[in-house]
């Protein structure tokens, strides 16, 4: 829409990034692009947060619209995940923790991003992360309704709930966050498709298998939260950003992991090609989990708790049976250690690992008739050979 200078404040002698929109190339609906223009100035502008970019100024002169902002000297977020790189497991939590933190202090403000991918975040080489381009952000009490039907964001990133026409909250930029904190670990996406169509009908309906079956680098404590961000119904999700990053950050503790600076999310980086996340011949095997759930079944009543499982450190509000017993089924974990109710359940680790496993390599019946009579005709054939000798 526009084109972004690299520009100086000559009255503070400063460095800025300026974000300009030339209205005279916008002759049909100039006047919604000047009012999102101006809706992402507001919204940024009302953040003061070391995670958020920080804007400056913003007006009009002519045609053209502009937004005067912090100068970030760093890359895209999406520059060091491409080709199917995995980033370092230490860079990864902190990464994420740290768009966790941005999005608590923003949410807690009453504004909601809806477009966080990796585009839009920014690794700096000596400072924190920052999240930017608020161009699609709202405010929670905002009572202009997004259009029916129209999607607002990348369809890689969306949430079930934007990908079927629904009205994003704070919990939506939650579960894009889970997508980036997959990417990252694993090297590729948790959810891919041939085309938009089914790339969203994946969103809405899989469960992708969980990232420690894709990096054996990947603690069960991890698996955990990354499951939690990507639960298909928003009340089984993180309720809120700052419970997330709680439980990152614990994570990091309990892990030993003390990378937090942005230099090594930039420089130690994992190159790995990227993994094939379900072999072909299960893909119709995968458990779905449609948002549209029976609200019969959520209604009904809990069956008596088990003996709580040791804590792991995660935020308490997560240790709860419904959230236990779905991240079992997420996470692959065999019958018998989670409660009876989970049994039947499949996920999508089960369902590969339940497919037909060859055949014993052990001998068949057939192998040891064709050996036995392959031995008996040369037992036949000798005796013929020596009975020729002898005559």
């Known amino acids: 829409m526009g084109v972004v200078y690299k520009a100086t404040d000559t009255v503070l002698e400063r460095t800025v990034a300026v974000k300009t929109v030339n209205m005279a190339l916008e002759q049909d609906g100039s006047d919604k692009y000047e009012a999102r223009f101006y809706q992402e100035a507001r919204s940024a502008a009302g953040l003061n947060h070391p995670n958020i ?16 902002m912090e100068y970030i000297e760093g890359v895209e977020l999406r520059t060091l995940m491409s080709e199917g790189r995995r980033v370092g ?29 990796p585009a839009n975040i920014m690794v700096t080489a000596s400072g924190p992360v920052k999240i930017t381009d608020f161009g699609i952000a709202r405010r929670r009490t905002s009572s202009d309704l997004t259009q029916t039907g129209m999607l607002l964001g990348s369809p890689k990133y969306m949430s079930p709930e934007q990908v079927i026409g629904k009205r994003a909250d ?23 498709g041939e085309n938009i169509t089914a790339l969203m009908y994946q969103t809405v309906n899989f469960v992708p298998p969980v990232p420690s079956t894709i990096s054996r680098t990947v603690p ?17 999700r993180y309720q809120d950003a700052q419970e997330a990053a709680r439980d990152l950050r614990d994570c990091e503790r309990q892990l030993g992991l003390t990378a937090t600076s942005s230099t090594q999310s930039m420089r130690a980086l994992n190159v790995a090609p990227a993994p094939q996340l379900i072999a072909e011949q299960a893909k ?30 995660i935020a308490p509000s997560f240790n709860s049976q419904e959230a236990t017993q779905r991240l079992a089924a997420m996470t692959g974990a065999g019958a018998g250690t989670w409660p009876p109710a989970l049994e039947g359940r499949q996920s999508a680790t089960q369902a590969v690992s339940a497919l037909p496993r060859p055949a014993h390599t052990g001998w068949r019946r057939r192998d040891w008739l064709l050996v036995g009579g392959a031995t008996v005709l040369g037992l036949i054939v000798a005796g013929a050979v020596t009975r020729r000798d002898k005559s």
């Open 170 to 192: 704070h919990r939506s930029d939650v579960f894009s966050l889970g997508v980036i904190l997959y990417e990252m670990v694993c090297g590729a996406a948790p959810f891919n």
């Open 284 to 313: 119709t095997q995968v458990m779905q989990q449609t948002v549209n759930r029976s609200r019969d079944e959520d209604k009904a009543p809990a069956e008596t708790p088990p003996t709580p499982a040791p804590s792991i450190g």
């Open 220 to 236: 069960p404590v991890l698996d955990h939260i990354v499951a939690k961000m990507l639960a298909k119904a928003v009340e089984d």
């Open 89 to 117: 497991l230490a860079q990864a939590i902190s990464v994420a923790a740290q768009i966790a933190e941005g999005l608590a202090y923003a949410h807690e403000r009453g504004v909601v991003h809806r477009d966080i991918k």
């Open 53 to 68: 970019v920080t804007v400056h100024d913003g007006g009009k002169a002519g045609d053209i619209i502009f937004m005067a």
